[in-house]
């Protein structure tokens, strides 16, 4: 048997670089799925060669959706995927992971925890900012009160192609959404400083929380150490720069992260983290769905 049969089928909506980042990340690594189709809507910049590959280009998302093999789809695209990915007969087969948060207010659930709901078809991964930030805030919300949460997002401009910079507001409000859900603080601002820096590719993300007064710092650092540390166990890139500082009830401190997967087109931090966290998410999908037998490859 076909090493291939034995994997699960996915398919990729694609735009932009990080639908690009994205392809090239499934296509030179090993998971357990494979890719099976690409549909992009912004010409063939991230489908050249596919024939090569096996991998076939869509010529709609309705192919995507009406191909019954497809079990995982990722989506990079703001073309109103919901539409069709909230029709029932696919909610129960079917996930999506969505790394725009063009499914904000109708996906189901924020990636950013360590395990994921079995009943869930829409997995929405957020941003790259709540990717990096939510885990640690979620964290400290166990033993503290957070009356408020601000992130500064550091990216290189060189980084953010026209679809990123179009969306910026759907990015800083999703964050926002991220902090005050899963994170747990009561109010949440984030913004967005696009880093003119030709020669910087790190993204830094700094934080300002808010907390309730009688916390011990100490514990408070230890929680966000022990936090950063488990994901950099996964994103060797990620780490918590700097100790974590204090000015009355105010704490700031300051995430960095780096590009660390190889081959990419491109070496940027938040990309990475991104598209990692997909894969990942992919992952645990086809490991829920085998666990619970209701997937054995063909």
């Avoid at 932009?16 to 980042?21: N, P, T």
């Avoid at 990123?164 to 967005?192: N, P, V, W």
């Avoid at 931090?269 to 997937?295: F, I, N, P």
Wanted: with cysteine; charged share 20%.
């Amino acid at each position: 048997m076909d090493e291939d049969s034995m994997l699960m089928k996915a398919a990729l909506i694609g735009q932009g670089q990080l639908g690009q980042e994205l392809l090239m990340k499934i296509m030179n690594h090993n998971h357990s799925f494979i890719l099976e189709c690409v549909w992009t809507p912004v010409g063939d910049s991230c489908i050249q060669g596919l024939g090569k590959l096996n991998i076939s280009c869509a010529n709609s998302i309705e192919e995507v959706l009406n191909n019954e093999q497809i079990q995982l789809v990722f989506n990079t695209s703001y073309t109103g995927l919901g539409e069709f990915a909230n029709k029932p007969d696919h909610r129960s087969t079917r996930r999506y992971i969505h790394l725009v948060p063009e499914m904000q207010g109708r996906g189901d659930f924020y990636g950013l925890l360590p395990e994921l709901p079995q009943e869930c078809a829409h997995i929405q991964l957020v941003s790259p900012a709540a990717q990096a930030i939510v885990p640690l805030v979620a964290a400290l919300s166990q033993i503290c009160l957070i009356q408020e949460a601000e992130v500064i997002s550091d990216i290189p401009s060189k980084a953010a192609d026209s679809e990123f910079r179009a969306h910026l507001d759907e990015y800083m409000s999703a964050t926002e959404l991220a902090l005050t859900g899963i994170g747990g603080a009561l109010q949440a601002k984030s913004m967005i400083f696009l880093n003119p820096d030709e020669e910087s590719a790190v993204n830094r993300y700094i934080v300002h929380l808010k907390l309730e007064g009688g916390v011990d710092p100490s514990t408070v650092t230890l929680s966000l150490s022990q936090a950063a540390a488990e994901i950099s166990n996964d994103f060797p890139g990620y780490r918590l720069k700097y100790t974590p500082s204090y000015s009355g009830s105010i704490l700031t401190f300051m995430i960095e992260v780096r590009s660390w997967s190889k081959p990419l087109s491109q070496d940027y931090g938040h990309m990475d983290l991104l598209t990692s966290s997909a894969c990942r998410a992919g992952e645990r999908w086809v490991k829920q769905q085998q666990e619970r037998g209701l997937y054995h490859g063909d």
